[in-house]
């Protein structure tokens, strides 16, 4: 008997007999429940964590794959200009992405259960396996916007590793080719309403409100009380800090060291953003950036958990199976270069106080509230040029 409404798929297209699928079938639990093949039993001294430890790899890598269905799927949909309509779905798959991230920094604690000596006993046998060589996690930090030349130098050449896989090789090279979420993200910060010259103009103001907030809250005319060298050096410290984003030089110095990612626009784009996310259209952008901020996050979480769990096996002297100098290596891919949205994390340094933030202008203001084109509302805007006035309290 069949069910109603049940559906079948036949790979060669015979429905004789046709009685649709059973849950086993569907998931193929044949293929995957049989998938585990401890190696210590194989040599005859079966060695009971082995199957713990195959079990979460395998867990993790198919983590991995949904995580990268989800990232490809939030590429393609910022390739075409995103509608507000789509930012929801990213919005979701994001989150979705951050939700699966959080359990896989977590499932490290079910393989801590396994002690070194019971790892001791079979690990040789696996030697040179190494999760070094998962592809998955390559492709995943690739298309995420880790760049080859910002890995550390172990890391830097996948011939090593995947030479003799001609598949993966092209995997990797079309992860490197097509453009990362960050490169997506980068372009969609950098049209962000508002920022237009000719329009609502918000660099210029932003420059002014920070003038302001320098010379009024932490200008050197404050400066007669007991605290005034180290008062002196705040000033000089949060002067410089603004002075890194206000100057395209300085900019442009820190981004062809590496240590700023966003062109310039676009981290425009981004403060634009975060200062005005209280403003209905800005709250999914900000969101959106919210939940980027989540992945490199839980990513740099999920390494130092990894590095934490290896020292614990194996020390901090012993390489690993994959050749790397094992903890150490580990431990230097901790560093802000394997951040691929770092600039949102220093986002916090080039905040002004919310009393030193532009008004919007009412013209503008109205326009946030609805779909309209941001343009017409910029042309209003310039016209009602007493509106637009920057309007900068003292606190
Ligand atoms: C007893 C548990 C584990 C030990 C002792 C261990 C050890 C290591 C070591 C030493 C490395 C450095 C490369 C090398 O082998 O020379 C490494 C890399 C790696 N491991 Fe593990 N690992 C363990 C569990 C896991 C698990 C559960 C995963 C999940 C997928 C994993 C994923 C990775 C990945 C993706 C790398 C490459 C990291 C990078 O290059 O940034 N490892 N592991």
Known sequence: MSCPGRYSY??????????????????????????????SAYHGHAVHDEHLFIITHQAYELWFKQIIYELDSIRALFKRVVEETQSLEILKRLNRIVLILKILVDQ?????????????????YLCPASGFQSLQFRLLENKLG????????????YAKVFGNDEQAVKAIEKSESEPSL???VERWLERTPGLENEGFNFWEKYKKAVNRFLEVKVGPEEFNDDNKDYRNQEYEKKREQFESVLDNRVHDALMSRGERRFSHKALQGAILITLYRDEPRFSQPHQILTLLMDIDSLITKWRYNHVIMVQRMIGSSQLGTG??????YLRSTLSDRYKVFVDLFNLSTFLVPRSFIPN????????????TDWKTASEDCIQNNEEEKLDVKNF
């Open 182 to 184: 960050k490169e997506l």
């Open 360 to 371: 919007l202008g009412l013209k503008i203001k109205n326009h946030l509230y609805s779909n």
């Open 146 to 157: 880790v760049k080859q030349e910002h890995r550390v130098k172990y890391n830097q050449n």
């Open 323 to 328: 050749g790397s100098s094992g903890y150490q």
């Open 108 to 124: 490290v604690m079910i393989l801590e259960t396994m002690t070194p000596l019971d790892f001791m006993e079979f690990r040789d």
């Open 10 to 39: 036949h790979p060669n297209g015979d429905t004789t007999g046709d009685d649709g699928m059973l849950y086993g079938e569907y998931l193929m639990l044949d293929k995957l429940l049989t998938a585990q093949r401890p190696l």
